[in-house]
């Protein structure tokens, strides 16, 4: 079958597939006379593997890992195992990431007015890195940090 059809067949795309044999992820495919790639049976068995492992996000350096440990039949499982471990843990992290931007979006929004004035916590939190902390201060009515009024 040419790329085309292989990439129907696998969901991978032609571009894709054409770039992990240049990076060395995937066997270079078998070629006909006139130049075109050809795949078989096994191919497209290793190309949905390294599509289900992009989808579960594992980087193209863990991916040659597990491809290289699936195909060998001596392996021991404790390897996998700790491939999976290091990416979930490396998922949590980021996790705990995002949760943390999305919190702090959440709380500049809940504070900025959204009214016609130009005063905005959004911008002065993203323009001030010590910002992040301030604009956690509550504003008074006119849309000031409390600790900035004059009392």
Known sequence: ?????????TGVSAKMIRYYESIG???ASTRTDSGYRTYGENDLHILRFVKRARTLGFSLEQIRDLLSLWQDGSRASKDVKAIAHEHVADLDRRIQELTEMRDTLKHLAVNCAGDDR????????????EGMETSHKPHDAQGRRASDCAH
Not at 118 to 129: S, V
């Open 1 to 9: 079958m040419n790329i085309g059809q292989a990439a129907t067949a």
């Open 118 to 129: 130009p005063d905005c916590p959004i911008l002065f939190g993203l323009a001030n890195e």
């Open 25 to 27: 992820l995937i066997k």
